[in-house]
């Protein structure tokens, strides 16, 4: 079992940043790999990006390249996205997930567990 726990969503202005953490905690060994994910209303869960325990990075749709980092910490079981010069597009619960390998990495029915997810709200 493991479990995630994101934070570091609120509100903020466009051109503004946030780093959100995913913190894990339990059987994280068995897991290799972990992707962020977001849903605005109406919409369907997309794929931002993901990364392994190992520091491969693999970024998702334009819209975020150049502007969202992945990252991870071994020593402190967590992953980071810092997003900087938000849009208002970006308004979204975000989530964190982790599954076994990075095939499949942009599909979320391929992730085995998810945080609880946090909101991010970019006023215009």
């Known amino acids: 079992q493991v479990q995630l726990v994101e934070s570091g969503g609120g509100l903020v202005q466009a051109g503004d940043s946030l780093r959100l953490s995913c913190a894990a905690s339990?059987?994280?060994?068995?897991?290799?790999?972990m992707g962020w994910f977001r849903q605005a209303p109406g919409k369907e869960r997309e794929f931002v990006a993901a990364i392994s325990w190992t520091g491969v990075r693999i970024y998702s749709t334009d819209s975020v390249k150049g502007r969202f980092t992945i990252s991870s910490d071994n020593a402190k079981d967590t992953v980071y996205l810092q997003m900087n010069s938000l849009k208002p597009e970006d308004t979204a619960v975000y989530f964190c997930?982790?599954?076994?390998?990075?095939?499949?990495?942009?599909?979320?029915?391929?992730?085995?567990?998810w945080g609880q997810g946090t909101q991010v709200t970019v006023s215009s």
């Open positions: 339990g059987r994280t060994s068995r897991f290799y790999a």
């Open positions: 997930a982790t599954k076994r390998d990075l095939t499949n990495y942009r599909l979320p029915d391929e992730y085995d567990y």
